[in-house]
Every structure is written in structure tokens, then in C-alpha cells.
């Protein structure tokens, strides 16, 4: 079935450190979003992309759209506290008008 | 806006009771999702309704759940009877969209989620 594996499932990086996550499509999306669930909450939608190669900014996060519309990223620069929590990367299959395809998350711990 | 609401926060109970989770979405949304989430399955989704109208209900667990949108503004998740491995937190989701199939303006909405419900069954 379609999937999209994310990964990591888990970064530890201290504060000030880059992060990114990687999200891979086994189908090509129309469209990926992500999101993010700080811990004990509930995820927040954060940006969408939808065309190829397409690229956002979101001060110090910065969201990538490959070409084949088959993968994303997320890369966070100079890492805060405020920036802990798991981030979900989410995609509509070209053949799927309503459903979502969630990728597993990938939790941002940040070690003191 | 008050967002997706969502009721009770938590919920414990035990195995064999009633449980009913309530969800009231945002005002114009009018697609409806219920999810439930574990750290060992991730983010699933329950039922969806559009307009009111269960659309796809092929993630229900089996037949001791039930969803019910009697109105836009209203939902239920009922689980009877409860079981422990239904100890999970439970999210419902909003958006706006049009009508399935073939809308393509549905897919660029972000989902917007209510708080949950943490339920443990005993």
C-alpha cells in the first residue's frame, strides 16, 4: 500500500544545532504537508507544498519539495527549546482526494 | 476561533463500559476526521465524513466502535465495549474541502486537530 517512511525517528542535537528530517514517498504525491506535535499536544499544520522542487521558508525552518514530488524535508538551523516536539510529514497519494498518508514522525530532543 | 473542540480531555474506564468522545469542529469546516493515536501504531485514521456523511470508515477497528455526525457542527466516537487495547489518545480533525471525489481543492487545506482524548480502559 502507499506509504511514506520519515526519517529519523529520533535526533538528539544540542541547542544551536542543525536539524532535518526526511520523508520518502513509495507513490508520487500531489501534495506533502507537515506538521507538529509538541509533546502531550496535538500536531499543528505547519506548511504545505505542492509543486516540484518547491521551497519554504518559515524563519529558521526550511521545507523542500523533490522533483519527483516523491520525497520532502524539514531542516531547522540553530535548534531552540522551543522547537522540541515530533514532526509529522503528510501526503496526498495523486489517487487519494481525502486521505492523508502520514509518515511515522521524527522526535527533535535537545539535550541540555 | 475556538478550534476544534474536543471532550472529555481524559477519560479512564473499565474494560466493558461505554465510552463516547465528543468533537465539535471549527465553524465552515466541512470535513470531519477521527484519529486515534499510539506510540506503536502512530497516527491512524478512524472514519472520515464530508458534509455530514460517513465517506470512509474502513479504519474503524471493528464493529465495537461507531462514529456519528448528526450535524456540522457535532460528532461522536463511541467504543462499545471498551477493551484495554483501546487505551490510546484520540484526535479529531477539521478542514475545509469540496465535495469528493474529484475536488482537487481539497488536498491543499491543513488538517486542524482538537486537543484529543486521552482514554485508558482498565
Known amino acids: 500500500g502507499q506509504q511514506v517512511m520519515q526519517i529519523p525517528q529520533y535526533q538528539h542535537v544540542q541547542e544551536g544545532e542543525d536539524f532535518t528530517t526526511y520523508c520518502n514517498s513509495s507513490t508520487t504525491l500531489s501534495n506533502i504537508q507537515w506538521y507538529k506535535q509538541r509533546p502531550g499536544g496535538h500536531p499543528v499544520f505547519l506548511i504545505q507544498?505542492?509543486?516540484s522542487g518547491e521551497v519554504k521558508k518559515q524563519k529558521r525552518l526550511t521545507f523542500q519539495f523533490g522533483e519527483a514530488k516523491k520525497n520532502s524535508s524539514l531542516h531547522i538551523t540553530a535548534t531552540q527549546t522551543t522547537d522540541v516536539g515530533t514532526y509529522f510529514c503528510a501526503g496526498f497519494d495523486l489517487d487519494s482526494n481525502y486521505q492523508l498518508i502520514w509518515g511515522a514522525g521524527t522526535k527533535l530532543i535537545i539535550k541540555p | 476561533d475556538a478550534g476544534v473542540i474536543q471532550s472529555p480531555r481524559h477519560e479512564v474506564t473499565e474494560m466493558g463500559q461505554e465510552v463516547t468522545l465528543r468533537c465539535k469542529p471549527i465553524?465552515?469546516?466541512?470535513?470531519l476526521f477521527w484519529y486515534r493515536q499510539t506510540m506503536m501504531r502512530g497516527l491512524e485514521l478512524l472514519i472520515y465524513?464530508?458534509?455530514?456523511?460517513?465517506?470512509?470508515d474502513s479504519g474503524m477497528p471493528e464493529d465495537r466502535f461507531s462514529a456519528k455526525m448528526p450535524n456540522a457542527s457535532f460528532s461522536t466516537l463511541k467504543i462499545q465495549p471498551s477493551e484495554p487495547r483501546d487505551s490510546a489518545v484520540y484526535f479529531c480533525?477539521?478542514?475545509?474541502?469540496?465535495?469528493?471525489?474529484?475536488?482537487?481543492?481539497?488536498?491543499?487545506?491543513?488538517?486542524?486537530f482538537g486537543s484529543g482524548t486521552r482514554l485508558t480502559v482498565v
Open positions: 465553524s465552515g469546516h466541512n470535513s
Open positions: 507544498l505542492v509543486k
Open positions: 480533525a477539521s478542514s475545509r474541502s469540496g465535495d469528493p471525489p474529484s475536488s482537487g481543492f481539497f488536498r491543499h487545506v491543513g488538517y486542524t
Open positions: 465524513f464530508n458534509n455530514n456523511v460517513p465517506i470512509d
